[in-house]
C-alpha cells in the first residue's frame, strides 16, 4: 500500500474513533501510532502527497485529542458535581432504602 494512502487510513481511522468517542480505540490507534510512523518513515523519502496526508494524520489526531479534552472535563465536572453534593446523594439513599423498606410489609 502506498504510504499516503496507508497515512490516510490512518487519519480515518483517528477521526472516526474521536468522533465516536471510542476511547478503547483510540487509545490503541495512539499507541500504534510511533511504530506505524516509524516504518512508513523507512521508506524512501516523503513525497509532498505523503507530507499532505501527514498534515492531514496531524489534524485527525489533533481532533481526535481535542475529543478526549472535552470528555475529561465533561468528567471531571461531574464528579465535582457529585462530590459537591454528596450529602443530598447519601441523604437521598438513605430515603429512598427507608421508603423502600416500608413497602415491602
Not at 471510542?22 to 512508513?40: F, I, T
Not at 499532505?52 to 481526535?64: N, P, S, V
Not at 475529561?72 to 427507608?98: C, F, H, P, Q, V
Request: charged residues 20%; hydrophobic residues 50%; contains cysteine.
Amino acid at each position: 500500500m502506498p504510504k499516503s494512502a496507508a497515512i490516510g487510513k490512518l487519519a480515518a481511522a483517528f477521526h472516526d474513533a474521536g468522533a465516536t468517542r471510542d476511547w478503547e480505540r483510540l487509545d490503541a490507534l495512539a499507541r500504534a501510532l510511533p511504530a506505524q510512523l516509524s516504518s512508513l518513515g523507512a521508506r524512501a523519502s516523503w513525497s509532498p502527497a505523503e507530507l499532505a496526508a501527514l498534515a492531514q494524520l496531524r489534524a485527525a489526531h489533533d481532533g481526535a485529542a481535542a475529543a478526549c479534552g472535552v470528555a475529561l472535563d465533561t468528567l471531571g465536572a461531574r464528579l465535582a458535581d457529585m462530590r459537591n453534593n454528596k450529602d443530598g446523594w447519601i441523604a437521598y439513599a438513605l430515603t429512598s432504602e427507608t421508603e423502600l423498606a416500608g413497602h415491602q410489609e
